[in-house]
């Protein structure tokens, strides 16, 4: 890149001191004669070595004044240009009238089979000075194109939320979609969406921030779950959350919270099958399935039930990362170790669902871990 950066430079001052010099011979030629070798062989056996048909006659004058010295001109401005760093859009656009002229005179010259040195040479140097600074002006704008797409779209994905909790195994991104979400539903109690986009990110970062801030976040994604069922009572997407984030505290904060919300889990669970049983691939039979297995036989809980919720998932994912290790934990507990076994090395052999694919991540490694006790 940098070689070429200085092969170009040293291109464009040379083009610029080829035709400063052809014009300053060709302004010469206007008024003193010229030596023959400067204009060519043939042009050399005329009159004035050739000065009177090259540089006199009104094709020297297309605007009145001679070519050569509007040259001279030229050549001095595009050089202070470049010392001055001047656009190379605008070096390009002063450089057009030159390569028209030089289209005209060097036409003229083949017609008319006239040789001339100096003329070629201003007529060379036009052309790579016209290239050498649209190049270099298209290649900025290009550049400068790009650069603004590229920043168009970095902040169009630092403001995209989903984008953001996409990448949720970053803590901070995650974070950053659960803030964006929370600032929508502030302004507006009735979206739906991103109430319980937030409770769902909430749970997230419930299981997985650092620990001092998870029972909040489960206590906040419980009332982001309420906001989406408050905006749509006939959608499951807001009950399933509630359950899930108070599964999480009653999982991770001791058998109050287990108790506490205990009947609430159940029931909202209980309203998603009602709803819609496919929901998120059979979460709630899922779900039900770890209930059953958490809670004890005193207060409800069931392995048996257990078994038949987290079979009734499956049917909806056979797959499912989540459904797989729930089902194996209640048949170990169940004395079936074998099955157990078979199921957790399904887990483990089991493609990455796009959608889950940290949860799915998540239960392999456990997997791995607890398989490894069945030996």
């Known amino acids: 890149m940098m070689s070429c950066m200085v092969f170009v430079f040293y291109l464009t ?24 070798w400067l204009t060519g062989p043939e042009v050399c056996q005329m009159a004035d070595g050739g000065c009177a048909v090259l540089f006199r006659s009104p094709r020297s004058r297309l605007l009145g004044v001679p070519n050569a010295l509007l040259g001279v001109v030229l050549y001095l401005l ?142 906040a994604g419980i009332a982001a779950g ?47 099958l009602r709803l819609d049983p496919a929901f998120q691939q059979g979460s709630a039979d899922r779900a039900l399935g770890r209930w059953y297995f958490k809670v004890p036989g005193l207060f409800g809980g069931s392995n048996k039930k257990s078994e038949e919720h987290l079979r009734k998932s499956l049917t909806y994912n056979p797959n499912s990362a989540a459904s797989l290790y729930f089902l194996a934990e209640t048949l170990i507990d169940l004395g079936r170790k074998p099955e157990a076994r078979t199921l957790l090395e399904k887990l483990i052999a089991a493609p990455v669902d796009p959608d889950w694919a940290p949860e799915d991540r998540d239960f392999k490694t456990q997997a791995q871990r607890l398989i490894q006790t069945l030996r």
Request: glycine share 8%; proline share 4%.
């Open 226 to 272: 309420r906001a989406a069922v408050g905006a749509s009572t006939n959608r499951p997407d807001g009950y399933f959350w509630i359950a899930a984030n108070m599964g999480a505290l009653a999982e991770s904060f001791g058998l109050r919270q287990g108790l506490k919300y205990r009947g609430d889990i159940k029931d909202a669970l209980e309203t998603v």
């Open 13 to 36: 001052w040379i083009a610029l001191v080829m035709g400063a010099a052809a014009a300053a011979a060709a302004l010469y030629g206007h008024y003193r004669t010229l030596p023959a």
């Open 78 to 219: 595009l050089a202070a240009g470049l010392l001055l760093r001047w656009p190379p859009l605008l070096l390009f656009v002063m450089t057009l009238p030159a390569v028209a002229m030089s289209m005209v005179l060097g036409y003229g010259l083949i017609a008319r089979k006239l040789q001339c040195r100096i003329c070629w040479t201003g007529h060379l140097a036009n052309a790579i000075l016209a290239v050498v600074f649209g190049l270099s002006a298209f290649h900025l704008k290009v550049e400068a194109t790009l650069l603004a797409a590229m920043e168009s779209s970095v902040r169009r994905q630092a403001e995209d939320p989903d984008a953001l909790y996409r990448q949720r195994e970053n803590i901070p991104a995650a974070q950053k979609a659960e803030q964006i979400w929370a600032g929508r539903l502030a302004k507006d109690a009735q979206d739906f969406e991103s109430a319980r986009k937030l409770a769902r990110a909430r749970y997230w970062l419930g299981t997985h921030a650092p620990e001092k801030s998870r029972k909040a976040y489960l206590e």
